[in-house]
């Protein structure tokens, strides 16, 4: 065990848990926001389907190439130097993405950029939280951070659809890149003065630096690893299903129930609050179990991992034949809170197999994520074009995967320290 999980305070532990939860909050501001921007944009540019899921996915081009260099530079130089540059960078850039609809070629090139530049983000991350957390705090620490994604989506139904009433689709955009902005000075100002341990008195939060003895990374190990694999495809799986709704939603509840994109309200919110409060539940759940030691770690891990997944199936499966606002927001709601808890096994794995190594873990799995990002929403976008019956062909798809992932974890899963 590294020597910052055993001598960061309590205190600085818990300020770097609160502003991953924050970063993570304002990533998804974005991630969520610009769906619901980009679907009023392209009805009014009569913009085809198979065209708007390129340009969801086009983030996701960015996202993808970015993990696994993210993840490698946070480990040899440390979380702290990399978030900054990467919330500076998506900050700028989101004031540059083009408010007309019928320009894609520049819509599609900026939220390349931005994917880019948020990509490092969760590898740093973990990365961060792999050194300065101890192991009865982690299942709490790493969902808790989780969970600032969805309550950042849920802000995000409300702000901007309301930021676009008041002053268009630029001032929504600008939105995004202020809570970038916003991020950064929180994080200088309160990570100003904080030690990493006791003999390492250099003004930064627990887990913001490097490794002390930055070590080879044994890649060929890590990409034939079958635990490690099976994380990379529950991953993928996650990301599938997640982004789909993401992106896809505001477009179903418009299109196939009749609510307007502009007109988001705490209804269509309370799917990703659901979200939210699952993945800290879960983190809870994950930690008591393992404490009271009636279970192995492992076991924790795929129990929650399948009861996540198949959950979810099962309301993929029937959130197409909804009839009401009311019925979707229901189902949606245990579609994605399921999904928040399958995150109790698969994403804090990283850590339990290779603590040293995780921002690296997490770079190459969460680039399998991202890879989701870039084929789903677009061929979502395909299917709906395309399909006799599109929303039950969109819908089913990343429920059969999930059961795929499910059955993949059980058999390849565990928890043991496989690098050092």
Same mark, same amino acid.
């Given at each position: 065990m590294s020597t910052e999980l055993t001598d960061a305070m309590p205190?600085?532990?818990? /300020?770097?848990?609160?502003?991953?939860?924050?970063?993570?909050?304002?990533?998804?501001?974005?991630? /969520?926001?610009? %769906?619901?921007?980009y679907t009023v944009l392209a009805r009014e540019a009569w913009i085809p389907k198979t065209i708007q899921g390129s340009v969801h996915s086009a983030f996701y081009n960015g996202y993808?190439?970015?993990?696994?260099?993210?993840?490698?530079l946070a480990t040899k130089y440390g979380g702290d130097k990399v978030l900054q540059v990467a919330f500076l960078a998506w900050g700028l850039l989101s004031l540059l993405v083009p408010s007309d609809g019928s320009l894609t070629r520049q819509i599609w090139w900026c939220r390349v950029a931005i994917g880019a530049?948020?990509?490092? /983000?969760? %590898?740093?991350?973990?990365?961060?939280?792999?050194?300065?957390?101890?192991?009865s705090e982690r299942n709490r620490?790493?969902?808790f *951070?989780?969970?600032?994604?969805y309550f950042g989506s849920a802000f995000a139904m409300m702000m901007i659809p309301a930021a676009m009433s008041l002053g268009g689709a630029?001032?929504?955009?600008?939105?995004?890149?202020?809570?970038?902005? $916003? !991020?950064?000075?929180?994080w200088r100002a309160l990570s100003s003065g904080m030690a990493l341990s006791p003999d390492r008195d250099n003004g930064v939060l627990p887990g913001a630096v490097g490794a002390r003895k930055p070590r080879g990374t044994p890649w060929g190990q890590l990409f034939t690893s079958p635990p490690v694999l099976a994380i990379m495809l529950n991953n993928f799986t996650f990301h599938y299903a997640f982004f789909i709704l993401m992106s896809w939603l505001p477009t179903y509840y418009e299109q196939r129930l009749g609510l307007q994109a502009n007109s988001y309200s705490l209804l269509k919110m309370i799917p990703y609050l659901v979200?939210?409060?699952?993945s800290n539940v879960g983190g809870v759940i994950a930690d008591k179990m393992m404490a009271a030691k009636k279970h192995s770690s492992t076991k924790v891990r795929k129990i929650l991992n399948t009861s996540g997944f198949v959950g979810a199936t099962a309301a993929l499966w029937i959130l197409p034949r909804c009839g009401s606002v009311f019925s979707a927001a229901f189902v949606s709601s245990l579609a994605l809170g399921s999904l928040a808890i399958a995150r109790?096994?698969?994403?804090?794995?990283?850590?339990?197999?290779? %603590?040293? $190594?995780?921002? /690296? $873990? *997490? @770079? *190459?799995?969460?680039?399998?994520?991202? *890879?989701?990002?870039?084929?789903?929403? !677009?061929?979502? @976008? $395909?299917?709906?074009?395309?399909?006799?019956?599109?929303?039950?062909?969109?819908?089913?798809?990343? @429920?059969y995967l999930c059961i795929g992932g499910a059955l993949v974890y059980l058999q390849f899963a565990t928890t043991e320290h496989l690098f050092d």
């Amino acid at each position: 065990m590294s020597t910052e999980l055993t001598d960061a305070m309590p205190t600085q532990r818990h /300020v770097l848990v609160g502003l991953t939860f924050i970063a993570a909050f304002a990533c998804y501001i974005d991630r /969520v926001g610009f %769906p619901i921007v980009y679907t009023v944009l392209a009805r009014e540019a009569w913009i085809p389907k198979t065209i708007q899921g390129s340009v969801h996915s086009a983030f996701y081009n960015g996202y993808t190439a970015s993990q696994i260099p993210g993840g490698a530079l946070a480990t040899k130089y440390g979380g702290d130097k990399v978030l900054q540059v990467a919330f500076l960078a998506w900050g700028l850039l989101s004031l540059l993405v083009p408010s007309d609809g019928s320009l894609t070629r520049q819509i599609w090139w900026c939220r390349v950029a931005i994917g880019a530049a948020m990509g490092v /983000v969760f %590898p740093s991350l973990h990365s961060m939280l792999a050194q300065a957390i101890p192991v009865s705090e982690r299942n709490r620490a790493v969902s808790f *951070m989780t969970s600032g994604m969805y309550f950042g989506s849920a802000f995000a139904m409300m702000m901007i659809p309301a930021a676009m009433s008041l002053g268009g689709a630029k001032l929504a955009t600008s939105v995004t890149g202020a809570s970038a902005l $916003l !991020w950064l000075g929180l994080w200088r100002a309160l990570s100003s003065g904080m030690a990493l341990s006791p003999d390492r008195d250099n003004g930064v939060l627990p887990g913001a630096v490097g490794a002390r003895k930055p070590r080879g990374t044994p890649w060929g190990q890590l990409f034939t690893s079958p635990p490690v694999l099976a994380i990379m495809l529950n991953n993928f799986t996650f990301h599938y299903a997640f982004f789909i709704l993401m992106s896809w939603l505001p477009t179903y509840y418009e299109q196939r129930l009749g609510l307007q994109a502009n007109s988001y309200s705490l209804l269509k919110m309370i799917p990703y609050l659901v979200m939210g409060t699952c993945s800290n539940v879960g983190g809870v759940i994950a930690d008591k179990m393992m404490a009271a030691k009636k279970h192995s770690s492992t076991k924790v891990r795929k129990i929650l991992n399948t009861s996540g997944f198949v959950g979810a199936t099962a309301a993929l499966w029937i959130l197409p034949r909804c009839g009401s606002v009311f019925s979707a927001a229901f189902v949606s709601s245990l579609a994605l809170g399921s999904l928040a808890i399958a995150r109790g096994g698969y994403s804090v794995n990283h850590i339990d197999i290779a %603590p040293r $190594l995780a921002g /690296v $873990l *997490m @770079g *190459m799995s969460n680039g399998c994520g991202a *890879m989701a990002g870039m084929i789903g929403p !677009w061929l979502t @976008g $395909l299917i709906l074009d395309t399909s006799s019956d599109p929303w039950v062909a969109a819908f089913s798809a990343p @429920g059969y995967l999930c059961i795929g992932g499910a059955l993949v974890y059980l058999q390849f899963a565990t928890t043991e320290h496989l690098f050092d």
